[in-house]
């Protein structure tokens, strides 16, 4: 079973000061197996809108030095597995991000987090959070005073009124 979900990412950027900002996820799919167990875990993400408080900074997020969102508007996930790692309480992600068009292996952890009930759908809310080398894709220079690291956070809700009851951290797996 696949649900499609919305959410919205947040990100922090340390440079002396930690900067943040919102990115919307254009579109997030969770796959579910029989078991309710998830098999696959994709966004994207759009760039183009940073939602934070500076202009300036929009413009830089815009500019080919960074995203270079006029050719790259998107930030891209897809899950090729997923693994659980019951020690951890946490799935693991194993997929491609693709950044300005450079793709990388990477793996994501994200968890199940709680339920929403929304017009009488049960939701279960999953969180990621990763971070990134900016210099792997070409964001910005090595030599700026710009951290190297940017960390994204993730939610994501997925509507599931036909699966069986799942316990939140573990995967209901028979």
């Given amino acids: 079973m ?4 919305k ?3 947040a990100f922090q950027n340390s440079w002396k000061t930690t900067h943040e900002g919102r990115l919307e996820v254009n579109n997030g799919e969770i796959a579910f ?8 875990f ?3 993400i759009s760039v183009a809108q940073v939602v934070n408080n500076r202009t300036n900074r929009q413009f830089l997020v815009n500019s080919e030095q960074y995203f270079d969102t006029r050719n790259y508007p998107n930030i891209e996930f ?3 597995r997923i693994q659980f790692h019951p020690e951890q309480k946490l799935y693991y992600a194993f997929g491609t991000i693709i950044v300005k068009n450079q793709a990388m292996p990477i793996a994501i952890p994200f968890e199940l987090v709680g339920f929403d009930e929304v017009n009488d759908q049960r939701q279960a809310i999953f969180e990621a959070s990763f971070k ?4 792997d894709f070409g964001v910005g220079s090595e030599n700026e005073k710009m951290g190297e690291f940017m960390t994204f956070s993730i939610t994501l809700k997925a509507e599931q009124p036909q699966l069986p ?3 939140v951290g573990t ?3 028979k």
């Fill in 78 to 80: 897809e899950s090729q």
């Fill in 33 to 40: 197996n029989e078991q309710a167990v998830p098999e696959k």
């Fill in 7 to 9: 959410g919205h990412v």
């Fill in 171 to 173: 995967p209901d797996v």
């Fill in 132 to 135: 990134l080398d900016r210099t």
């Fill in 42 to 44: 994709a966004f994207s």
């Fill in 2 to 5: 696949t649900e499609t979900s």
């Fill in 165 to 167: 009851a799942m316990e």
